[in-house]
Structures are given as structure tokens and as C-alpha cells.
């Protein structure tokens, strides 16, 4: 199964191990539109509420069930910094929410977000973008993912390139 693949598997088996009250919380909406990511380019310290089921409030399955995913999203780094930073994410899971869009069924096309003080993963299944000419809605071929230090000034600034600019 491709990265992608076992991304999406992933996604889909957290929002199946939620019992019906935790999806209830947990989906803040059943249909998908095109793009419903909020996390891109140039929203270093975007201010997002909190929506969705808080971990703190989700069993114990489906705590495991989600944190799988978040661990494959972590895991795009080196390994020891995904350590470090799992670490840092299992100290917040009281404060770490799960928000769904779409369907739960295997084959939904679907906008996950994991988002705590320490961790913002949005993981969506976009519309087909300018190479989808004629085609509609939103589809598995054409996914868009974000994994950010909330207030991280995570989207490469160079801080020395600044300092040199304005400074020198």
C-alpha cells in the first residue's frame, strides 16, 4: 500500500473506532466539499478553534486508532524527532481534538484534523485541482496534508535571512 494509502486506511480507521456519541462529536460535518483545509502556506500563527471530541473524552480504541494515525503523519520525519515529538503530543492529549468531514465508510472521501498546542495535522482529500478538467468534488487522487508546530513559525521563514535583511 502507497504512503498515501496507508494514510487514508489510517484516517478512515480512526473515525470507524469512534463509538456513534464520539463521531457525533468528533464529525463536524457530513458532506465534503472541495478543500477545507485551513493550515496552508502562509498561516504560520493562524488562530483555529478547537473543534471535534477531545482524546481526553475518547475511549481507549479509539485514542490508539487515532494516535496510529497521527504517529504515520509524525513519521514523515527522522525517527528520533518523530519520538521527541509523539512524546511531546501524549503529554497533550487532554487537550488534543479529533474533527472529521465526509463519510466514514471505507471508500469516503473525507478532511481529518488533529490539532492540540503542540501538533496540527490536516489531512484532506481535495477537488482534482486545474488538472481535473470537468471533473467535481472532492477524491482520493488528489490529497493535500499539513503536519505544523501550532504557533511555530513552521512554513520555513529564514529567521537569519530576516535578521540580514532588516539588520544589516
Not at 519520538?83 to 478532511?111: C, N, P, Q, S
Request: hydrophobic share 40%; glycine share 10%; net charge negative.
Amino acid at each position: 500500500m502507497s504512503g498515501r494509502g496507508r494514510e487514508i486506511a489510517l484516517a478512515v480507521k480512526a473515525i470507524q473506532a469512534l463509538s456513534s456519541t464520539e463521531q457525533g462529536q468528533a464529525i463536524i460535518a457530513a458532506e465534503k466539499f472541495a478543500t477545507e483545509s485551513v493550515a496552508g502556506a502562509f498561516q504560520d500563527n493562524l488562530v483555529q478553534e478547537y473543534e471535534g471530541v477531545a482524546l481526553g473524552d475518547v475511549s481507549a480504541k479509539g485514542r490508539r486508532a487515532i494516535l496510529a494515525f497521527v504517529e504515520r503523519m509524525v513519521g514523515n520525519v527522522k525517527e528520533g524527532q518523530a519520538k521527541i515529538k509523539m512524546a511531546e503530543i501524549r503529554k497533550h492529549l487532554d487537550e488534543t481534538y479529533f474533527a472529521w468531514i465526509g463519510g466514514t465508510d471505507d471508500d469516503a472521501v473525507f478532511y481529518v484534523r488533529v490539532q492540540s498546542p503542540v501538533i496540527w495535522i490536516e489531512f484532506d482529500c481535495e477537488g482534482p485541482g486545474p488538472l481535473g478538467k470537468g471533473v467535481t468534488g472532492s477524491s482520493r487522487n488528489h490529497v493535500h496534508s499539513d503536519v505544523r508546530t501550532p504557533n511555530g513559525n513552521d512554513h520555513g521563514k529564514s529567521l537569519l535571512a530576516l535578521h540580514l535583511a532588516l539588520d544589516h
